[in-house]
Structures are given as C-alpha cells and as structure tokens.
C-alpha cells in the first residue's frame, strides 16, 4: 500500500513534506485537504490528524501528523533517501533539530504572521490587525538576521552544510508564502539578507523540477491576488481623483 500524504499546497509544511517524497522518489498519494473550505475539520480527517492541520500521513497502519517529525520519519523509513537530507550523524542531526525547534518559534511565527494579517485575513473577510502585522514583522525581520549571521554562516546551507537537509527545505517553503506579499513589500524584507537569497535560489537548484511544480498552486494565488490588489488600488486612486 503505497503511503498517503495529506496536504494542501497553501501550506508550507504540505509543500515540504510533497517536494521531499518527489525529490526522493518516495511512491505516494497525495490527498488534497482544502484549508480553505475547512475540510481539515471533517470527522474523516480528524481520525487521521486530531489537531486538524495540514500534513499528516498514513503509511499502512502508521498515522503521523507534524510536518517536522513526517520528515523525519521519511528519512529514516524509505529506502533511497539521500543522507545529506538526515545524516546518521547523531551531532548533525542535533544541529538539524536545533534549525527545525527554533522555526517554529521564530521564522514562521514571523512569516506566517505577517501574510496572514496582511493578505490572507483582508481576503478572507477577517478583521485584520496592523498591530499584529507590525509585531510579526519584527519577529521576521529578526528572523531573517539570525538565518543571515547565524545559521547560513559557514556554508551554502543550514548548519554548515554543502547539500541541503530536510530543516533547509522545511525553512524555505516558509519563506516562500513571502510571495504572496507584493513584489515590492516581497523584496522590501528579503533583500537586505544576501545569504538568505542565495540559499533560497541554492535550495530552489537542489530540488529542481519539483520545487517549481508543487509551489505552482502559490504562484497562481499569487497571481490572483496581486491582480486583485492592484485592482482594488486603482478604484481607490480613481475614487481619491474624483472627489
């Protein structure tokens, strides 16, 4: 039975966890959950995933949600994945630990933060919060300083390493809601951090074709929702003139 992954491809954690399986050549299925029309809260997917989030997997009778740990377990489980992804190093892996805890106190608070209060909550008829886009973006930007001086400062990747690790595609993925921001503000936060381009372009390369094709679901989001945007400016701009 070959292993299901459930996912949709608005989340970061889906996107790694399905570039991973195709980079790797993993057999899968992958099951679509539509965040957006709460199909994660169906008593069906509850039975798979409890805290009704997006990925989790079923591999025969084994059920794993947590984008993190399903990576983890991948590697270890599946026959032909690249060391470099989870070194059998206990002290790399360590470090690999040590990426992936502090993500998820730190950048994807930040960048999650900041999409959602601005773009996606607007879109989807939720009071947004300026103040909550404004501290979100503090915790990115501090983020993106730590990844810059810190974690990418003694090689092409996270840690030290030459070839990328399963916390380079989980971080990167993240990054890449950014895009859903508008190309300025887009470029506006990540710029400044040189190395943080570079490894995202480097980790892009790693895992061509597939990190191309699985982000397409964002890219076209993206697109819609900049075309909507600047529609909504230009009414404003000729509202603003005629008055």
Request: glycine residues 4%; charged residues 25%; hydrophobic residues 40%.
């Amino acid at each position: 039975m070959a292993l299901k992954v459930f996912a949709d491809r608005m989340s970061q954690p889906s996107r790694a966890v399905l570039i991973f399986c195709k980079i790797n050549g993993i057999d899968f299925e992958e099951i679509r959950v539509d965040v957006l029309r709460n199909e994660q809260f169906s008593p069906e997917y509850k039975a798979i995933n409890p805290m009704s989030q997006v990925p989790a997997i079923v591999d025969g009778r084994f059920k794993l949600f947590e984008s993190h740990a399903i990576l983890i377990y991948l590697s270890c489980s599946f026959p032909g994945v690249s060391s470099h992804w989870y070194p059998g190093d206990v002290s790399k892996r360590a470090k690999i630990h040590s990426v992936l805890d502090w993500h998820h106190s730190n950048l994807r608070r930040g960048a999650a933060g900041v999409v959602f209060n601005t773009i996606l909550a607007p879109l989807n008829g939720i009071p947004s919060s300026p103040q909550a886009a404004k501290q979100a973006e503090k915790i990115l930007m501090k983020s993106l300083t730590k990844l810059e001086n810190f974690w990418l400062k003694d090689g092409r990747f996270l840690v030290g390493s030459s070839q990328p690790s399963i916390a380079d595609l989980s971080l990167v993925c993240e990054l890449m809601q950014l895009e859903l921001l508008s190309e300025e503000e887009c470029h506006r936060i990540l710029s400044p951090y040189k190395k943080v381009v570079e490894w995202i372009e480097d980790t892009k390369k790693a895992t061509a074709p597939h990190f191309d094709e699985v982000h397409e679901f964002l890219f076209k989001a993206q697109k819609r929702i900049r075309e909507q945007t600047a529609k909504e400016s230009s009414g404003k701009k000729e509202l603003k003139s005629k008055l």
